[in-house]
């Protein structure tokens, strides 16, 4: 069974920084691509990035890009979302998100999110 | 940048009718190297993480009631359900993957039952 839990989230300080992990199960992480996508409290998804199967293609939304990092790390089955000076337009439930293919198509897979808050 | 612009933005339907939520690219979606319309749709119900639907714009997924289907070419695609269920209350969402690494989703529609 495919399991994707988000970790990592919380109140954090305008400015400040925060790394997200998803740790997933059920799959290789070799085969597919992987995405985080936001959402905000009562708005709708907002795509923030993507990685490929063998990490060696990223995407980001032009609101994060320069901020936030996607990395992946096969071995610990683990996906993680590095972000820098954060911004309080950057509240939102996060999503860690399986591609059903190896490169950024649809996601077939999400975990349940972890909130991020960013105010002072 | 592509933008997709949903319609309605919500939607009341009965029981049983046939429920239709559009989803307009600002960009021709069919991509030439596999002759496949890069689009999907996702189901989100309250309190849950999106549920993927249709991919290939036409393409259901596994598991998913066949009353649910997509269609469409070139810039103009629809989300059919067919016989309103009490469970499909829920907002959709078109999502594009044709500018791959970067995806974008349309804004949602909120269907509700009338």
């Known amino acids: 069974e495919v399991q994707l839990v988000e970790s990592g989230g919380g109140l954090v300080q305008p400015g400040r920084s925060l790394r997200l992990s998803c740790a997933v199960s059920?799959?290789?992480?070799?085969?597919?691509?992987m995405h985080w996508v936001r959402q905000a409290p009562g708005k709708g998804l907002e795509w923030v990035s993507s990685?490929?199967?063998?990490?060696?293609?990223?995407g980001y939304a032009d609101s994060v890009k320069g901020r936030f990092t996607i990395s992946r790390d096969s071995a610990k089955n683990s996906l993680y979302l590095q972000m820098n000076s954060l911004r309080p337009e950057d509240t939102a439930l996060y999503y860690c998100?399986?591609?059903?293919?190896?490169?950024?198509?649809?996601?077939?897979?999400w975990g349940q999110g972890t909130l991020v808050t960013v105010s002072s | 940048d592509i933008v997709l612009t949903q319609s309605p933005d919500s939607l009341a339907v009965s029981l049983g009718e046939r429920a239709t939520i559009n989803c307009k690219s600002s960009?021709?979606?069919?991509?030439?190297?596999?002759?496949?319309?890069?689009l999907a749709w996702y189901q989100q119900k309250p309190g849950q993480p999106p549920k993927l639907l249709i991919y290939w714009a036409s393409t259901r997924e596994s598991g998913v009631p066949d009353r649910f289907s997509g269609s469409g070419s070139g810039t103009d695609f629809t989300l059919t359900i067919s016989s309103l269920q009490a469970e499909d209350v829920a907002v959709y969402y078109c999502?594009?993957?044709?500018?791959?690494?970067?995806?974008?989703f349309g804004q949602g529609t909120r269907l509700e039952i009338k």
């Open positions: 960009q021709n979606l069919l991509y030439s190297s596999n002759n496949r319309i890069q």
């Open positions: 990685i490929n199967w063998n990490g060696g293609t990223t």
């Open positions: 999502q594009q993957y044709y500018t791959t690494p970067t995806i974008t």
């Open positions: 998100a399986k591609d059903k293919n190896g490169y950024a198509c649809f996601l077939d897979h």
């Open positions: 059920g799959f290789s992480l070799h085969d597919h691509a």
